[in-house]
């Protein structure tokens, strides 16, 4: 039985799936919106709960190394354990955290009316349905419905399927463990190197992700990362430097994915990423020793 929790005191519980570690208390949800203290014992309000059913090629995860060329069964649900200002899917990440959908019956109804129920043997047989070789957890943070993503692990990997994460690398260690042995590939945004920058634009921490990217390919897990590079906010020279230094360092093998920013949620008067920007960043991670760099989000 999965128990990504632990009893505190009056009857408060503390959330284990990521790294923010939630103490909740009764009746209330952590920082994602979705994961319940229901008397004493953790509830994930999405289970079974399917938004964004869809069947993409590999390369919109983006993952450019692995299984390329392939269609891949993806799916996500409501909630995420970030805040991120420029989140390209706000309505599904954002929804059960906005002041509106506080009352526990008003945020049911959001999830019952956007929502496809669906057991996991049923996502599996949606897969085979579609001939597609994997499932991608993925459009807002799987992490934040991970007890419902491990059931699907589990029986894609007896049914010889694949399973892709495309995450934000904030998973806590207990929910690490519990997947790494189900896990083939992940994406994990490196959106910044600066601590500031995931306090201030993504209500986060820099180290837990760093953390957790050296945990997946020390696993064996396949690694792509994606650097959205945003003009004003991550796009120094320096700061790019420091990215491309980091993935180096881990290994010179690991793709980066360098892509560009369009105007959108709370960031809408930012512009577009030039591409020049990203031609820099290019010869950055060229010049650090990177092997595998990709430009997207951007035409030609």
Not at 105 to 113: C, E, F, R, S, Y
Not at 183 to 188: F, R, V
Not at 239 to 261: C, G, N, Q, R, Y
Request: proline fraction near 5%.
């Amino acid at each position: 039985m999965v128990r990504l929790f632990k009893k505190e005191s009056g009857g408060t519980i503390t959330c284990q799936a990521c790294s923010h570690f939630c103490h909740i208390e009764p009746g209330r949800r952590g920082l994602c919106g979705v994961r319940k203290n229901e008397q004493g014992k953790l509830k994930l309000l999405v289970d079974n709960q399917v938004l964004g059913l869809s069947v993409d090629p590999i390369e919109k995860k983006p993952l450019y190394h692995f299984l390329p060329g392939s269609q891949v069964f993806s799916f996500g649900t409501f909630g995420c354990n970030f805040s991120c200002q420029f989140c390209q899917n706000a309505f599904m990440s954002q929804s059960p955290k906005l002041k509106k959908y506080q009352p526990i019956v008003a945020l049911k109804k959001l999830i019952a009316q956007y929502s496809q129920l669906l057991k996991p043997a049923e996502i599996i047989a949606a897969a085979q349905r579609n001939n597609c070789p994997a499932i991608a957890y993925t459009y807002n943070e799987p992490t934040v419905f991970v007890e419902y993503a491990y059931q699907i692990m589990k029986l894609a990997r007896q049914n010889g399927l694949k399973n892709i994460w495309v995450t934000n690398g904030y998973q806590s260690k207990e929910c690490f463990h519990l997947i790494k042995d189900y896990l083939d590939a992940a994406n994990i945004d490196l959106k910044s190197m600066r601590e500031e920058f995931y306090q201030r634009i993504c209500g986060a921490h820099l180290k837990p992700v760093l953390e957790n990217i050296k945990r997946f390919y020390q696993a064996g897990i396949w690694l792509e990362l994606t650097t959205l590079v945003i003009p004003g906010q991550n796009d120094s020279v320096e700061e790019l430097m420091a990215i491309a230094a980091f993935i180096a360092d881990i290994s010179p093998d690991i793709p980066w994915h360098v892509s560009a920013f369009h105007p959108i949620y709370k960031m809408k008067n930012v512009p577009i990423t030039p591409l020049e920007k990203l031609k820099e960043a290019r010869e950055i991670g060229q010049k650090a020793g990177l092997k595998h760099i990709h430009l997207g989000n951007i035409s030609f």
